[in-house]
């Protein structure tokens, strides 16, 4: 395991410009799959028993010059293609996007700004000040098995619209988290190939099918609310003369041929969830989209009473297809409860000195126009590194838990039959992320005895300090 660990960061080496860079990046990765807290930067020093100097030096990493997030983000996609263990369906790789919020207290981060999440839970307030970002995940695993859900991006998707104005001096209009989500994937696209992109249903938009359309490499399997309205294929002309043709026909509301075509479903049986369920549908392709009218497949789907209203922009899917496809999107969700609670991916503390107070009773545009005034190119760098410090850290966890999945996937016989951790009830045959993770704590230290040749175990021994033997001495 800790051989293919070495093998795998060693293929990051090319995206730093130093050796002493890349030292710090392998102390990250393991330390964020080791490490028992979640204290930020300070944790993975603990974890490591690195000296004192290291966190210091750690902090200045994050806003370093001597790497780019994007040559990191590209680098560990090519990783990701090349695995045997990447999924695919019709030579298709089938990709995940979604958001995720990470609230933050802290009034002098950049990128902070008042959110609204749609919970039923009742711990979660419906308003938040925190961190909106995008994150693309791709499917990896055996279905027979166990499959995983990726991250293969992960950026700030809110608050940086004046920041990213400060480039050109003038008012920049921010994106929507649909569009980034669709530009995000297509970076991804390029080192996947042909991808099938899952979506929820917030995301079927017209910017979305306007942002798609420059990604040739992306078909789109999503959800329709339920009052989507589309419209008929128009009919052909039956007689010459002037004139353009009809870009659509009759409008209908979907949901009504769920009554109308009730004679036209198809009852079967398939595999939702873990669960084998009784469902019928039906399938219509439709224009859909005001003033863009695009044809778009559409599946109907009775499910123990439920309606539901699938979405394909790839047309040479079939419709059962579709309905396995999507319910692979809930995975991107338990990558994010993964990423939060076993490696802390999003637990960063970053801020700047030159970053406006968030005021907690004034309005997201009052505080962006706080931010667009501020003039000392001192002080804006500072603030660009502190985002770029964020959107690094984020992707670091992102990589310590993909390695955690290929590990539990690859190594699986290394945990069989072995009483790593106590569990309340029995265990699947592959074991979890947090599974591997604890192994992984309890293992950290035959790494330095029995494996003291690998780099990586080099890398992370000159920075550990020594243990204060007279302190034992006097306790005893």
């Not at 093998?7 to 799959?33: D, H, P």
């Not at 004192?52 to 996609?77: D, K, N, P, T, V």
């Not at 400060?166 to 921010?174: G, H, L």
């Amino acid at each position: 395991m800790w051989p293919w660990i070495n093998e795998t960061l060693n293929q990051f080496k090319i995206c730093f410009s130093n050796k002493r860079a890349y030292g710090w990046f392998v102390i990250i990765i393991i330390g964020l799959m080791v490490r028992t807290d979640s204290l930020g930067v300070a944790s993975i020093v603990r974890a490591l028993s690195l000296d004192f100097e290291s966190y210091r030096l750690l902090l200045h990493f994050f806003r370093a010059e001597s790497y780019l997030l994007s040559s990191l983000e590209w680098q560990w996609q090519k990783i990701i293609a090349k695995s045997p263990l990447l999924y695919r369906i019709n030579e298709k790789v089938v990709m995940i996007g979604d958001g995720v919020m990470q609230s933050k207290e802290g009034r002098y981060m950049p990128g902070v700004k008042k959110l609204h999440q749609e919970s039923e839970n009742s711990a979660k307030g419906e308003y938040i000040f925190g961190h909106l970002f995008g994150g693309i995940g791709v499917i990896i695993g055996d279905r027979c098995n166990k499959m995983y859900c990726t991250l293969v991006s992960l950026r700030l998707h809110g608050g940086l619209n004046a920041i990213n104005g400060w480039q050109e001096d003038e008012d920049c209009i921010e994106e929507s988290h649909v569009v980034k989500t669709i530009k995000d994937a297509g970076r991804a696209s390029r080192a996947f190939g042909s991808t099938l992109l899952l979506l929820d249903r917030l995301y079927l938009t017209v910017p979305m099918l306007t942002a798609l359309a420059s990604e040739p490499l992306i078909k789109v399997v999503t959800k329709a609310k339920i009052n989507a309205k589309a419209f008929y294929h128009p009919e052909p002309k039956t007689k010459p003369g002037r004139g353009a043709r009809r870009k659509k026909g009759e409008d209908v509301k979907v949901a009504s041929l769920f009554d109308s075509m009730a004679a036209s479903f198809t009852p079967t049986t398939v595999l939702m969830y873990g669960k084998m369920e009784d469902i019928s549908y039906y399938c219509v392709d439709l224009l859909w989209g005001d003033k863009w009218y695009q044809n778009l497949r559409f599946v109907l789907v009775w499910l123990d009473g439920r309606k539901t209203i699938l979405v394909s922009t790839d047309l040479t899917l079939k419709p059962l297809e579709i309905i396995d496809l999507y319910c692979h999107r809930f995975k991107i969700e338990c990558a994010f409860r993964e990423l939060k609670q076993v490696v802390a991916g999003l637990c960063y503390r970053f801020w700047s000195k030159h970053m406006p107070k968030l005021g907690r009773f004034k309005s997201n545009d009052f505080h962006q126009e706080q931010i667009k005034a501020i003039a000392s190119e001192p002080g804006r760098k500072c603030i660009k590194n502190t985002v770029k410090a964020i959107e690094r850290f984020a992707l670091f966890g992102c990589i310590a838990l993909g390695m955690l999945q290929m590990i539990s996937l690859l190594f699986t016989d290394t945990f069989s039959g072995k009483a790593i951790r106590f569990m309340r009830t029995p265990s699947k045959a592959v074991p979890s992320e947090a599974t591997v993770a604890d192994y992984m704590r309890k293992t950290i230290y035959q790494l330095f005895l029995f494996f003291s040749d690998l780099p990586i175990t080099a890398l992370i021994k000159c920075r550990q300090s020594e243990p204060d033997v007279g302190f034992f001495m006097d306790s005893a």
